[in-house]
């Protein structure tokens, strides 16, 4: 964190992001996705890493992620927020994988850091944890900071 002329500035984010209007999440990740076919004993073997994606809340998520996490409805779904994103991100880009090796099963396990730009909300917390069940060999860490709450 740094003080800029209206006060304290994140400084976590790339430049042009420091004052984000939207929550923001940055995952990091290397994943290992082991997957094979049925009554086959051989299995592949993927590699996935992060591409330095940030996510923002408000975007449309990826459809071939959808389905495995289920988000919150309470007013609204709340299948936009940033976490959201990211995770069903990293669910659809494992399933893409999948299906060029040939998998019909498959996990994942490696680590994944979720850097939220605010603290997330129990619809975003319900979403990691299904993502943690889903995937319990996934090391998983959280950060997360509120500049508003900084800069009072």
Do not use: N
């Not at 995770?87 to 659809?92: E, F, G, R, Y």
């Not at 944890?129 to 998983?140: D, E, G, I, N, T």
């Amino acid at each position: 964190r740094s003080t800029g002329a209206r006060g304290p500035v994140c400084t976590a984010w790339p430049k042009g992001l420091a004052e984000p209007t939207q929550v923001l999440c940055l995952p990091r990740y290397q994943l290992l996705l082991s997957g094979g076919r049925r009554g086959v004993a051989e299995r592949e073997h993927r590699t996935l890493v992060d591409s330095g994606r940030v996510f923002a809340s408000g975007s449309e998520p990826e459809a071939e992620g959808l389905g495995l996490l289920v988000p919150v409805v309470l007013r609204f779904s709340r299948d936009r927020d940033a976490e959201f994103l990211a995770l069903t991100s990293i669910v659809a880009e494992a399933r893409v994988a999948a299906a060029e090796a040939g998998a019909e099963a498959w996990d994942l396990r490696g680590t994944l850091q979720l850097h939220v730009s605010h603290t997330p909300c129990l619809s975003c917390i319900g979403v990691m944890l299904q993502f943690r069940q889903a995937f319990p060999s996934v090391k998983m860490e959280v950060s997360f900071e509120s500049c508003e709450l900084l800069a009072g």
